[in-house]
Structures are given as C-alpha cells and as structure tokens.
C-alpha cells in the first residue's frame, strides 16, 4: 500500500510540474506575455489565467494533478 501511494505521489508530482510548465509556455505565447513568467512564479495563477486563455486541457490536467497530489500527501501522513 504504501509502494503504490508512492508511485501515485511521486506520478502525480511530475505530471503537475509538466502541466504547470506547459500552462506557463503557453500563457508566455499569448499576449500579454508578462502572464507566463508570473505564472512560473505563483502556481496558482497558472490554472487561473490558462482556463481564461481557453488552455482548459492542460489547467484540468494540472488541476486533477494536484488535487491527486495532495491527496496523496494527506494519505501518506495518515500512513506514518
């Protein structure tokens, strides 16, 4: 149980830090452009602004990603 909270930890975390790049490229693409290196910096900004740029594939992916993630962390401070 604890290997496959692990997995889906460690799964979760790269796919978040995928999708939150990939918003911030993307937000960096679009005009104005100042939004992506911001976004870079404050996660939260990125899902926010990329579902306003109609990015909505890749914020559900990092939404889902970090809402697992976290889920995850609870589940394995519960576990220790």
């Known amino acids: ?3 496959g909270i692990m997995l ?14 990939a918003l ?4 960096t693409l ?3 452009r100042w939004k992506g290196p911001l976004a870079l910096l404050l ?3 990125a ?7 109609r990015m909505h594939v890749r914020t559900a992916l ?5 809402c697992i993630y976290v889920l995850c962390l ?3 401070g519960i576990k220790a």
Do not use: D, N
Request: aromatic share 14%; net charge negative.
């Open 1 to 3: 149980m604890e290997l």
């Open 8 to 21: 889906t930890l460690v799964g979760s975390f790269a796919i978040l830090c995928t999708a939150h790049l």
């Open 24 to 27: 911030a490229i993307g937000l």
């Open 30 to 32: 679009e005009k104005p």
């Open 43 to 45: 996660p939260p900004l």
């Open 47 to 53: 899902p926010y602004w990329g579902y306003a740029a």
């Open 62 to 66: 990092w939404v889902a990603a970090f």
């Open 74 to 76: 609870v589940a394995a």
